[in-house]
Every structure is written in structure tokens, then in C-alpha cells.
């Protein structure tokens, strides 16, 4: 992956390029109503081609373009045919401001922009293109952290943690929810799961993995194959090693944030493994409201992994066996580890909680506005 055949370049063109400009189309409409000096803050990668539109039409304007999912090097940037990677370098680069979260996705940015523009200062993170100066950023997303310990104690998350509850029983409980994306990872962590129920019969019957989460693009073949696939694992480890009464997996396949908040509460592990994820806000949204000295497992893969990484048991995505030892290792952790960590953990996501990120663009944009 991927096949870039005929599908895909008319999707470009008859979809993409579409969208992209009508809603340039009604924020210029909307614009040229306004008697005030307008302020436009696009959002991510749905919207990579918008700028350039609005910037023919209105030049004295200032855009601001924040991406939510990680800029890859430009090698794989490259994969792409040339006529969209310039169409969307020439998008981005219509902005004032383009932000990301992490330090190394804008560093990425400024590599592949180097053979389309002018000048390249990797100094000030800036670049000179058409006679403008473009600001590039990193402003790392997070979470309402009060907002979410205020839900976590709504009657929704209260009834639904009686299904917790019982669920986890006396058992060590292990937790991940995500979107069937092929992005989490999520086969790999049952994958590892089961290599840790070979190594540890001691545990069996004493561990038990709760997994949350919703399908996502269904209309597209590899999604369902992988949320298929995800399913055929779950069975097949089930029915090997149920016993008892005992059942290693259980998973609830739908949309349900009140059972997501009442698993964040009384979780004992954590898992958030993704191959590569521009955030992953599970990894701040969990141990903000758990209740359980909790461990969270996280794959340097995360982009909250930069943030987080000394309060978590760090691992390799793509390697089973040491995520496999690394839920050994939470299950033995002792009480005292467990709750630095997740103090440590609590007090980095409060710190720096999705206003200060907020903050931090709008006091940027009013230096240059």
C-alpha cells in the first residue's frame, strides 16, 4: 500500500479538490459579509488545498492551518504524484501559521518544503515563499481535565461502571479503547496478551482484557478485513484459554464514552500501542479520572509519548514480546511505582491541559495578526 491507480487520482480531483474548494467558497462568502477582520483557523488534513483558494481571493487575510496526525519524512511525503504533493505544499504554505503537534512532525514539514520555496530557516522554524514569511509550530494537543473528572462522576459513568465492575470481577484488569484503525495497533496488543498468557499460567484466571471502541471507515476493504481479523484473534484466544468461567477477552464493539470513562476509572493497565498517531489523547484522557493507581503502557509510536514517557512503560509497537513482558512488569509493579507514576502522569496532563494549547496558538497569532 498504497496502489496509486486511476480510483485514486479521480478521487483527487472530483472529490478532494471538490470539497477543498467549496469550503473555501463559503468562508470567502463569509468573509467579504464580516466587517470585522476575519481570523480563519483550518483544521487538519481534510483541508490541505483550502488556503491556496482563499489566499487567491483574499490576500490581505491571515490563515492558520493546524495538522492533527504526524508529517512523515519527506521520502514518504514523496510517495504521493508530484501534482499533489505541490498542490498541497502550495495549500499549507498559503498560511500564516501551520502548526503541529510534535517539534519533529514541523521539522519534517520544513524538510519537504525546502525544494518549493525560497529560503528555509530551521532557526526560527520559518520559510519564505512568494514574498511571505510561513511560521511553522508544534503546539502539542491534550484534554479538559476537569471537565472529564466532572463527567466521571455523572450518573451515565456511575451505572456504567457497575458493568465494569463486574466484568473485572478480582482480576487484574487490562484496558484499551480505539477506533478499528489499522493505525492502533490493536492485533499486535492481543497478540501480546496471549504471548504473556504462555509465559504466565500463574495468571491465568487472575487477568482480564477489556477492550472498547467503534469501526471506522467500513466502507473501505482493509478496515473491515482488519476489524474482521481483530475479531478472529479475540475468538481464537478465547476459546483456547477460557476456563472456569474465566473468559482472557472481553469486547464491547460500539460507540459508548460513559463506559470508556467508567473503564478509565478502574483500569489497572492502560495499553496504548499505536504504530504512529499524531496524539492519542487515550494515553492523557485515562489516567486523568482512573482511580486505580493505574500503569499505562505506551508505544513510542504515540505522539503523547514525548509528554508522557516518564510516567509509562514504554514499547517498541511492532514488538510483541517486549509488550508482553511490559504487562508482566505492571502486573508486578509495586504500589509505591504505581503511584508516582500516575501522579506523575496526572500532574503533566493538568499542566498542560487543551486550553493552554488553545493559549498558546492565539498568543502566537496575535504577535503576527
Request: aromatic residues 12%; hydrophobic residues 35%.
Amino acid at each position: 500500500m498504497p496502489e496509486i491507480d486511476d480510483n485514486i487520482h479521480k478521487a483527487w480531483h472530483d472529490s478532494y479538490v471538490y470539497v477543498n474548494q467549496q469550503f473555501a467558497e463559503r468562508i470567502i462568502e463569509e468573509v467579504k459579509l464580516s466587517e470585522k477582520k476575519p481570523l480563519i483557523m483550518l483544521q487538519d488534513y481534510h483541508l490541505y488545498t483550502c488556503p491556496s483558494y482563499i489566499r487567491e481571493k483574499l490576500d490581505n487575510i491571515f490563515l492558520s492551518h493546524f495538522i492533527h496526525i504526524p508529517w512523515p519524512q519527506s521520502e514518504y511525503f514523496s510517495i504521493l504524484p508530484e501534482y499533489m504533493q505541490e498542490a498541497i505544499i502550495k495549500g499549507l504554505l498559503s498560511n500564516d501559521i501551520v502548526g503541529f503537534h510534535l517539534e519533529k512532525y514541523a521539522r519534517n514539514f520544513l524538510y519537504t518544503c525546502e525544494p518549493y520555496v525560497d529560503k528555509v530557516d530551521y532557526k526560527t522554524d520559518t520559510i519564505w515563499y512568494e514574498g511571505r514569511r510561513i511560521f511553522v509550530k508544534n503546539y502539542p494537543i491534550s484534554v479538559d481535565d476537569k471537565k472529564l473528572i466532572e463527567n466521571a462522576k455523572s450518573p451515565e459513568v456511575i451505572k456504567k461502571e457497575e458493568l465494569v465492575k463486574k466484568i473485572k470481577g478480582d482480576n487484574f484488569l487490562i484496558y484499551r479503547t480505539d477506533r478499528a484503525d489499522l493505525s492502533k495497533n490493536i492485533i499486535r496488543g492481543f497478540k501480546a496478551y496471549e504471548l504473556f498468557l504462555q509465559k504466565h499460567p500463574e495468571f491465568h484466571g487472575k487477568v482480564v482484557f477489556l477492550s472498547t471502541g467503534m469501526p471506522t471507515r467500513q466502507q473501505i476493504k482493509e478496515y473491515c478485513d482488519y476489524r474482521d481479523e481483530s475479531y478472529r484473534i479475540i475468538d481464537s484466544i478465547n476459546e483456547r484459554y477460557s476456563k472456569d468461567g474465566w473468559v482472557p477477552i472481553k469486547q464491547i464493539f460500539k460507540a459508548d464514552y460513559g463506559l470508556v470513562t467508567a473503564a478509565f476509572k478502574h483500569y489497572d493497565c492502560l495499553l496504548v500501542n499505536p504504530i504512529i498517531d499524531g496524539m492519542n489523547i487515550v494515553a492523557k484522557e485515562g489516567p486523568v479520572v482512573n482511580e486505580n493507581n493505574g500503569v499505562l503502557i505506551m508505544s513510542n509510536g504515540a505522539g503523547s509519548y514525548e509528554e508522557l514517557k516518564d510516567y509509562s512503560i514504554i514499547v517498541n509497537a511492532y514488538d510483541i514480546s517486549q509488550t508482553a513482558d511490559a504487562i508482566y512488569r505492571a502486573i508486578m509493579m509495586s504500589k509505591h511505582e504505581r503511584q508516582r507514576l500516575i501522579e506523575g502522569l496526572k500532574k503533566t496532563v493538568s499542566e498542560r491541559n487543551v486550553y493552554i494549547w488553545m493559549q498558546e496558538q492565539f498568543n502566537d497569532i496575535r504577535k503576527l495578526f
